[in-house]
């Protein structure tokens, strides 16, 4: 088994609380030392007490199952011998209820832009290597909803 750690510091300062008018602006922090201004996403706490400059949690949870899917990607199409030259994608999460009535992310969906050096790989051997990049990727599996790869370039 393998722990991940992240911190998070968030302070009321001189602001109410019991108004529920509070900041909900706050920092995430990493090992490495990198600190992410995060917030709550004003879709779901409005304006001042979010911050849209911030990173939400379902963003943020979108960009973890983009990056795995990518990570993996990578690493496959290396151990077959092609090079990427670029990998973009633009994931979108979608908020839901789910079939037990709750609100979750209950679809992701990539939409991998990859540039590769030389030929591109036929169109099976890119639909195998996102297929083999998805079931490796354990945020994809850590989560209840479905995770798409869409538009595979």
Same mark, same amino acid.
């Given at each position: 088994?393998?722990?991940?750690e +992240?911190?998070? *510091?968030?302070?009321?300062? !001189?602001? /109410?609380? $019991? ?17 992410? /201004?995060?917030?709550? $996403? /004003?879709?779901?706490?409005?304006? %001042?007490?979010? @911050? %849209?400059?911030?990173?939400? %949690? =379902? #963003?943020?949870?979108? !960009? +973890? ?9 990578? $690493?496959?199409?290396?151990a ?5 030259? $670029?990998?973009?994608? &633009? *994931? ?6 789910? #079939? ?10 990539? &939409?991998?832009?990859?540039a590769f050096?030389?030929?591109? %790989? @036929? ?8 297929? =083999? ?12 909803? #479905?995770?798409?790869? =869409?538009? =595979?370039?």
């Amino acid at each position: 088994m393998k722990t991940f750690e +992240a911190s998070l *510091a968030w302070e009321r300062g !001189a602001q /109410p609380f $019991s108004d529920q008018r509070y900041s909900r602006a706050h920092v995430w922090q990493f090992d490495g030392g990198l600190s992410v /201004p995060a917030s709550s $996403s /004003p879709l779901s706490v409005p304006l %001042p007490m979010s @911050d %849209p400059a911030a990173v939400d %949690p =379902e #963003e943020a949870l979108v !960009a +973890a199952a983009s990056s795995c899917h990518m990570l993996f990607f990578l $690493s496959l199409a290396a151990a077959r011998g092609l090079v990427v030259d $670029s990998y973009r994608d &633009r *994931a979108s999460g979608y908020l839901d209820s789910d #079939e037990r009535g709750k609100l979750s992310m209950t679809r992701i969906v990539l &939409r991998p832009r990859i540039a590769f050096a030389g030929a591109a %790989p @036929d169109a099976a051997l890119l639909a195998r290597l996102h297929h =083999e990049a998805h079931a490796r990727c354990y945020i994809a599996s850590s989560l209840r909803g #479905e995770v798409v790869v =869409e538009g =595979e370039s």
